[in-house]
């Protein structure tokens, strides 16, 4: 099946520095990307969708100039946070579909940030 | 906008048991598809099965079943034979044909399957 490969797996990273993580559809062209936020214990949450050469749509209360997104590849997305604060610990995973609401969709494996 | 919802934080269940999770839903359209997903400790998102919403006959997959109930926006997923395996996060989840490709989540159910 239609792999979407993220990465890092996990990353430790000091406040005030940047992360950057990437999510590349390995079989398939992503179209759209979503990038979903989920703390301990919680649900996924959207933070925004992105379409392959435009700019991402962000949900309420994600700050877009915190969470860049770009996804300026059919094959690859990336999340960057900036600036990035240990409120900002979390687990990251994307999302990528091919097409419309009559694909599928596959998800990464995730990112576990850690600020320190 | 659509909503879901899982009544239950946390279950549990012995080893080769029966366990049905359940999940309720809303929404306005009629065009959607309803999703179990699961999230073991490795966090990865693993779908376990899918309903579209015209096909009035359940789905299965193998020792997994849903109780589809489209007049009450019931979505209940039992889990046959429970294996330790099974001990993850489930997540219910609706993609509506208006919303593309998102996904709404509810806020999921904690399996524990005893030994």
Same mark, same amino acid.
């Given at each position: 099946g239609a792999v979407v490969s993220q990465h890092p797996?996990?990353? /430790?990273?000091k406040s005030g520095t940047s992360v950057k993580i990437e999510c590349r559809s390995l079989d398939f062209q992503a179209t759209t990307m979503f990038w979903y936020r989920q703390f301990p214990k919680q649900s996924l949450m959207l933070m925004a969708t992105s379409n392959e050469g435009s700019k991402a749509t962000y949900e309420q209360g994600v700050e877009k100039d915190k969470f860049l997104i770009n996804h300026a590849s059919l094959? *690859?997305? %990336? *999340? %960057?946070?900036? &600036?990035?604060?240990?409120?900002?610990? &979390?687990?990251? /995973?994307?999302r990528g579909s091919q097409g419309g609401s009559g694909t599928e969709a596959f998800f990464g494996q995730g990112t576990r940030l850690t600020v320190v | 906008a659509q909503t879901v919802t899982q009544s239950q934080p946390e279950m549990s269940v012995q080893e080769a048991e029966?366990?049905?999770?359940?999940c309720t839903y809303d929404t306005s359209e009629s065009n959607y598809y309803l999703f179990w997903y699961k999230q073991p400790p490795s966090r990865q998102m693993i779908l376990v099965i899918r309903q579209e919403a015209y096909k009035q006959q359940n789905a299965t997959e193998n020792r997994f079943s849903v109780n589809f109930q489209k007049a009450a926006k019931s979505f209940s997923l039992k889990i046959s034979d429970s294996q330790l395996g099974d001990t993850a996060m489930y997540f219910c989840a609706i993609r509506t044909h208006n919303a593309g490709n998102m996904l709404t989540f509810g806020g999921g159910t904690r399996l524990m399957v005893k030994p």
């Open positions: 797996s996990r990353v /430790i990273c094959t *690859l997305s %990336t *999340l %960057t946070v900036t &600036s990035a604060h240990p409120e900002d610990s &979390s687990f990251y /995973i994307c | 029966t366990v049905t999770l359940s």
